[in-house]
């Protein structure tokens, strides 16, 4: 293909679905979360060969930052459902990683608006487009990338996103993209908070989903990047006079206080359900066994973890007829789900981001997170806390799965460095 950069090979992080690496990573994690990381597991740094153009409207691109998302972890510490549903839609080996940013270095013949040198933002989703399959199924024609039928099919192989899909990945110097998965990002706006495109772009869609009115009484569970993003999207773009939010450690409340929310409960399950109620003056019923609840509570919650106990406590203190948006994936477990239809409750699913309607205007997420922050609506920069060379991807690992002391918010690969 013309244009094609020379044959070479590049450093990128893998993850290689391999039963013995697994199992040693599962052994070595059980005594210390660095185990599952540690070399001789699934996850290693290799040399594999530098992309090229897929197509003539791809482009190559030279990676600047690429963040560390909490499903990568969830990959790396063996934490998913061994028949979640979503195993259809990866494979491997993985270059992990679908956070990035970076500069064009490279642009096939057929693309139109992009030009070597051009900044952009990756958005992962290798949907039809990507795909090179035409026409576009259903859902793409409604700008519903999430939802693509074709995850399997066309010119890749099977994966959904960037980082599951052999070959594409963010967690490398070089990565290759289609026309449409890019955006570029304002001169005015850095690769440090446009790295926060997709974390910020998974908020933003939830709340849409939950069209807060500014009166209503929002309670946001979990306060990791996409929980305090959501914090930043209800208080700046929605408006919302009262937010609440839940989460494990003491710095977790020290930064959501200062993005905007009223009251932060750092406490869990039972007790939480009581002091949210006793926050919010609802009448506490008290079952002979389980958890009390209340009929009365918060108007709406945003559960950024979705684990069956954070589930469980929002139906139990959100008020009757109240709607709750779950953005998180956990292994599932047994919930007491009758308030569910008792208080008749919706609860909706909310995955990642696509074309969203804001205030009158439809556009990609990226697009309006890239406006806000050129328009400075909002400052994400409290969000970004660490980087790190991808050579160190062990110490990166090691800063997220030790909150407590290191206080990370989002860690991300810095490639600005060693290029």
Not at 355 to 377: I, N
Not at 383 to 397: C, D, G, I, R
Request: glycine content about 10%.
């Amino acid at each position: 293909m013309s244009g094609s950069p020379p044959a070479a090979t590049m450093p990128a992080l893998q993850f290689d679905f391999h039963l013995g690496k697994l199992a040693l990573a599962k052994l070595r994690g059980l005594r210390r979360p660095g185990g599952y990381w540690k070399p001789g597991g699934p996850v290693a740094l290799r040399q594999v060969p530098r992309p090229t153009l897929p197509a003539e409207d791809w482009v190559i691109v030279q990676t600047a930052y690429c963040g560390i998302c909490g499903s990568d972890m969830k990959e790396l510490t063996l934490s998913g459902a061994r028949d979640n549903p979503l195993q259809t839609l990866i494979s491997f080996p993985q270059i992990m990683g679908h956070e990035a940013v970076g500069t064009i270095e490279q642009a096939g013949g057929r693309v139109t608006r992009l030009r070597p040198g051009d900044r952009v933002a990756l958005s992962p989703w290798l949907a039809c487009a990507p795909r090179g399959i035409q026409p576009a199924c259903p859902r793409c024609q409604e700008g519903d990338y999430t939802h693509c039928h074709n995850f399997r099919r066309g010119q890749l192989p099977p994966g959904m996103h960037l980082g599951v899909t052999p070959g594409f990945g963010g967690f490398a110097p070089y990565v290759a993209a289609h026309e449409s998965q890019c955006f570029v990002i304002p001169p005015e706006v850095s690769f440090e908070a446009a790295v926060l495109a997709d974390p910020f772009s998974v908020a933003f869609h939830s709340c849409r989903l939950l069209e807060p009115e500014p009166d209503t009484l929002v309670l946001v569970y979990g306060l990791g990047v996409i929980g305090l993003a959501t914090i930043i999207c209800l208080k700046n773009l929605f408006e919302v006079k009262r937010v609440l939010a839940v989460g494990r450690y003491p710095f977790q409340k020290e930064l959501a206080r200062r993005l905007g929310a009223e009251r932060v409960f750092l406490t869990s399950g039972a007790r939480l359900v009581e002091e949210v109620a006793a926050f919010t003056g609802a009448e506490l019923y008290t079952p002979d066994r389980g958890w009390k609840w209340c009929m009365d509570g918060v108007d709406a919650v945003l559960d950024t973890i979705s684990s069956a106990a954070t589930l469980e406590a929002g139906l139990r203190f959100l008020k009757a007829q109240g709607r709750l948006v779950f953005t998180g994936v956990e292994v599932p477990r047994r919930c007491e789900n009758t308030p569910h239809y008792f208080k008749e409750l919706e609860i909706i699913g909310s995955n990642a981001f696509a074309l969203e309607t804001f205030r009158g205007r439809k556009a990609h997420a990226f697009e309006f997170f890239l406006k806000f922050l050129a328009e400075k609506k909002f400052d994400p920069s409290p969000l970004v806390t660490h980087q790190f060379p991808l050579a160190q991807y062990q110490a990166a690992f090691d800063t997220l799965a030790g909150k407590s002391g290191s206080h990370a918010v989002k860690v991300v690969f810095d490639f600005t460095r060693s290029s």
